[in-house]
């Protein structure tokens, strides 16, 4: 395949929420990942298990996990709402203009 010296040109809005997507399909497996972490804890010099700290562990994740998926759907929010619009509507054009930096770099 010929090299043209040229880089590959990617839209930003379009790289940007294709990312966004992914990193919502990829949520799920890092809180599973997360939450079954603690299983894999050494136990503490006691025999009594360390319940305290996991329990404070599972919570941080937890409220880390909805964190990041509140912050994936407010990007991905306009997105998805201007796909729910009827295409031939005059909002869904308005919706659809093209983004200036986009044109500008390409």
Do not use: N
């Not at 880089?7 to 809180?31: E, H, K, T, W």
């Amino acid at each position: 395949m010929p090299q043209t010296g040229q880089p590959l040109f990617l839209a930003r809005r379009s790289y940007r929420r294709r990312r966004l997507m992914d990193a919502a399909r990829l949520l799920p497996v890092l809180g599973v990942v997360l939450i079954l972490l603690p299983g894999l804890w050494h136990p503490a010099e006691t025999v009594v298990p360390d319940t305290g700290r996991g329990g404070l562990y599972l919570f941080a994740v937890w409220i880390g996990l909805i964190v990041a998926a509140f912050l994936i759907a407010r990007g991905l929010g306009p997105v998805l709402d201007v796909e729910e619009l009827p295409e031939g509507s005059a909002a869904a054009e308005r919706a659809r203009l093209p983004d200036p930096d986009d044109a500008a770099e390409g």
